[in-house]
């Protein structure tokens, strides 16, 4: 079956250490997504991706970092950088092509900092 | 730039009963408007898309309508069960890019 899958589901962090979330999908689209959600609020872009070795920061880019080398892969790094990385991450994808525009998302992952 | 509010918050309801949640968005320029919902702890389930050259879309039990000019779209459940609990967040593309304004969501309980 197409979607997206993200991994690993659960990740716990120490402090001061970078980790690194996996997108992968397989429903050929051109444009792939990563947001943050945090209890209560609506879910904020980090970056998003419109096509292989491109990509643009979201609205909040800081603490983290990606990479687009294959169209099915979109791989979320966390740094050390970011200063509260606790929450759920979300990565979506949509088609570019002259079509709706539909979002669809993976499960989520959720990262703990200890 | 962009804003999307959903009200209420959260909405409790006996089962059976018919319901309307809200969204609201600040700017009229949008390329969509999805609908969403979400199981606690879990990825996001696309509901209804509705492009902006459209006024509804229906599927099942939902239907979903779109107003630009007001900034509105509202997604009606009709016969609410229990299944239907979850959060429901409502989405914006704007036509300026690949951008897409989540609101907050509306958490929905449907007691049997």
């Known amino acids: 079956d197409g979607g997206i899958t993200q991994s690993p589901k659960y990740l716990f962090r120490k402090e001061g250490q970078n980790v690194t979330l996996s997108c992968e999908q397989n429903l050929n689209h051109d444009a792939m997504y990563w947001y943050r959600q945090d209890p209560g609020q609506g879910l904020r872009l980090i970056y998003y991706s419109q096509i292989v070795n491109d990509f643009q920061k979201g609205d909040i880019a800081e603490g983290y970092s990606v990479s687009r080398e294959k169209k099915e892969s979109f791989p979320l790094t966390v740094t050390s950088a970011q200063k509260n990385p606790t929450a759920f991450y979300l990565c979506?994808?949509?088609?570019?092509?002259?079509?709706?525009?539909?979002?669809?998302f993976g499960e989520g992952s959720r990262l703990t900092v200890l | 730039k962009q804003e999307v509010t959903q009200i209420p918050a959260a909405l409790s309801v006996p089962e059976g009963e018919n319901l309307v949640l809200n969204c609201s968005f600040t700017?009229?320029?949008?390329?969509?408007l999805q609908w969403f919902r979400q199981d606690p702890g879990k990825g996001l389930t696309s509901l209804l898309l509705i492009q902006s050259s459209q006024r509804e879309q229906t599927s099942g039990r939902l239907n979903a309508s779109l107003d630009k000019s007001s900034g509105r779209s509202t997604l009606y459940i009709a016969a609410s069960q229990p299944g239907d609990s979850a959060t429901y967040l409502c989405?914006?593309?704007?036509?300026?890019?690949?951008?897409?304004?989540f609101g907050a969501g509306t958490r929905l309980f449907v007691k049997a």
């Open positions: 979506a994808s949509s088609s570019s092509t002259g079509n709706t525009g539909e979002l669809f």
């Open positions: 700017d009229s320029a949008i390329y969509n």
């Open positions: 989405a914006v593309r704007g036509t300026g890019g690949f951008k897409t304004i």
